[in-house]
């Protein structure tokens, strides 16, 4: 049986370790939301200090909008 492995960032180019995509990527995500689903605005606000930490790498080839979205977007209460 395969082990699960955890989908996190490399840096500085913030893609997943595992599957290679931009992170967070879709298995990423849903572990955060697992793990944050109590707790909304600490999800968010642990993303706001990881897109802090990305935009230092990849500002100048993404720009802060695109890195915005890539980080927090996706997680906002619908």
């Given amino acids: ?14 893609r997943c370790r595992v599957c290679g995509a931009a992170w967070p ?25 990881l897109l802090q930490e990305a935009d230092g790498d ?3 080839q993404l720009g802060h909008d695109r890195l915005r979205d890539r980080f927090l977007t996706w997680a906002r209460a619908r």
Avoid: D, F, K, Q
């Fill in 1 to 14: 049986m395969p082990r699960y492995r955890p989908h996190v960032a490399a840096r500085p180019s913030w």
């Fill in 25 to 49: 990527c879709s298995p990423a995500r849903l572990a955060l939301l697992g793990e944050y689903r109590e707790n909304r605005t600490g999800l968010l606000i642990y993303l706001a200090t």
């Fill in 58 to 60: 990849l500002a100048n």
